[in-house]
Structure formats: structure tokens, C-alpha cells
């Protein structure tokens, strides 16, 4: 998470911007840039002061919290389906993946757990519920992110996810989320 978290800055943000995001970042969580590789896991709490950083970042800028983390989980679905997920996603309909989201949501994170309560396959949607997330800024954008890069890569057009985010709450135990595609 932390190496796709910093390719996302480098990839979004102009110089500046860059910068005013990487000084709200510890020294110490910085210095993973350098060396971190991309498929390691490190602390959650890490991951979050990335996320924490980019949100305050948009928080005092644009407002596109939302967007920006979005961009970053799908980042890491990016970088996680350059392995034989990039080869599952293609074998994939969104039918299997409704079965198997959870499996790839243990193998691809290191907090909550993500679960499938519904499938609609004529209807072109189904949701989701992630867990034991408390603690974890802003996961839930994040997840979106990455959940929708996946809807995309087994083939659904125009994913779309609606859930309830609260940026005054933004680590809740809980989130459920309806995601529909054409």
C-alpha cells in the first residue's frame, strides 16, 4: 500500500503540491519511500498517515477528498494486478468475483475483512460490507478505489460506488457499499 500510495503522489500532483503533501508526512514514514518494496505489507498506521496527508491536502485545496483516495486504492489495485492477479481479473465475471472479492481482499490488505452479502447479476449489482476497519483513515475510500479498478478489469462498464462517508468520522468500524456498473 505504502509504494503504491507514493507512485499515486507522484503520478497526481504537480512538484509543489508534492511537496506540501510529503511535509505532512513523518520523517520516519517518508523514509519508507526509499527502500519500501512494492508487494511488502508495513503498519497500517503508516498507510494511514499517507492517506491522512493526501485527504488534508485536498481538504484545505479542492475539497476532492473522495476522488483523491479513490485514485489511490485504485493505484494499488494497479500495482497489485501487475502479478497473476492482472491474469485472475481476466478470467474473471463479475459473478466470480462477487464470490471471490474476499479472498482477494485478504490476499491484497492486511486490516478488515470484505464481504459479498449480495449478488444481482440481472440487475448489474451487488454490495459489499467491509469490517474491523476501525482505526484505518480513510479505508473506505480507499477500498472504493480498488474495488472499482477490479470491477473494471473482470469487465464491468462504468462502475460506480455509493456508500456512506463521513470525513468527521473517517475510520469507522464498518462501511456497506452498493456498487452498480452498465
Known amino acids: 500500500m505504502i509504494h503504491s500510495a507514493a507512485s499515486y503522489i507522484e503520478k497526481a500532483y504537480e512538484p509543489a503540491t508534492r511537496k506540501r503533501i510529503y511535509d505532512r508526512i513523518s520523517p520516519r514514514v517518508r523514509e519508507l519511500f526509499a527502500f519500501v518494496n512494492k508487494f511488502e505489507w508495513y503498519p497500517v498506521d503508516d498507510a494511514a498517515e499517507i492517506f491522512r496527508a493526501i485527504a488534508a491536502h485536498h481538504r484545505e485545496s479542492d475539497g476532492k477528498i473522495a476522488a483523491a483516495l479513490e485514485g489511490v486504492g485504485r493505484q494499488i489495485a494497479e500495482t497489485a494486478s501487475t502479478t497473476s492477479l492482472k491474469l485472475?481479473?481476466?478470467?474473471?465475471?463479475?459473478?466470480?468475483?462477487?464470490?471471490?472479492?474476499?479472498?482477494l481482499w485478504e490476499r491484497n490488505s492486511r486490516c478488515g475483512e470484505l464481504a459479498v452479502p449480495s449478488f444481482e447479476a440481472a440487475n448489474r449489482k451487488m454490495s459489499m460490507k467491509l469490517t474491523d476497519v476501525e482505526g484505518f483513515d480513510f479505508i473506505g475510500l480507499v477500498a472504493s478505489g480498488f474495488v472499482l479498478y477490479a470491477l473494471e478489469a473482470v469487465g464491468c462498464k462504468n462502475p460506480r460506488a455509493s456508500f456512506v462517508?463521513?470525513?468527521?468520522?473517517?475510520a469507522p468500524s464498518a462501511l456497506a457499499y452498493e456498487l452498480t456498473w452498465e
Do not use: C, I, V
Open 88 to 103: 485472475l481479473f481476466r478470467l474473471m465475471t463479475p459473478a466470480l468475483f462477487a464470490k471471490k472479492a474476499s479472498d
Open 165 to 170: 462517508f463521513d470525513e468527521g468520522s473517517p
